[in-house]
C-alpha cells in the first residue's frame, strides 16, 4: 500500500501549482483521501477530502474557492488544484487515505504520503 504525494515546487504569490496523489494497492472506493499540510513547528491541518464512494467533497475556509480537489478512478489518483496561491500556503503538503470525508472532521489516517513541499515566493 502506497500514496505518492508530488507536484510541489516553487510558485510566485498569485500562482497555481497542482498536486497528485497516486495510490496503490487499495482503491478509491477503499478509502477517502485528504490532503493536508504542516509548517515547521505547527500542526498539520486538513485542507481538504475527497470520498469516490459518496462524493463528499469538503475544504477548509482559508483555502475555499482557491483550491480543488479532484478524483480520477481509473488512475486511482486525487489531485489538489491550487490557485491564488500565497506566502502563507508555503508548506509540506500530505495527501492520506482516511475513513471517511466529512465536513471539518479527518479521522486518523490509515496511510499517509510522504509529503511534497510548495514554497510560495517571489
Known amino acids: 500500500v502506497q500514496l505518492q504525494a508530488s507536484g510541489g515546487g516553487l510558485v510566485q504569490p498569485g500562482g497555481s501549482q497542482r498536486l497528485t496523489c497516486a495510490a496503490s494497492g487499495f482503491t478509491l472506493n477503499d478509502y477517502a483521501i485528504g490532503w493536508y499540510r504542516q509548517v515547521p513547528g505547527k500542526a498539520r491541518e486538513g485542507l481538504s477530502c475527497f470520498s469516490a464512494n459518496n462524493g463528499n467533497i469538503f475544504y477548509k475556509d482559508s483555502v475555499k474557492g482557491r483550491f480543488t480537489i479532484a478524483g480520477d478512478n481509473a488512475r486511482n489518483t486525487v489531485y489538489l488544484q491550487m490557485n491564488d496561491l500565497k506566502p502563507e500556503d508555503t508548506a509540506v503538503y500530505y495527501c492520506?487515505?482516511?475513513?471517511?470525508?466529512?465536513?471539518?472532521?479527518?479521522?486518523?489516517?490509515?496511510?499517509w504520503g510522504q509529503g511534497t513541499l510548495v514554497t510560495v515566493s517571489s
Open positions: 492520506a487515505a482516511i475513513d471517511y470525508c466529512s465536513s471539518g472532521t479527518y479521522p486518523p489516517a490509515a496511510y
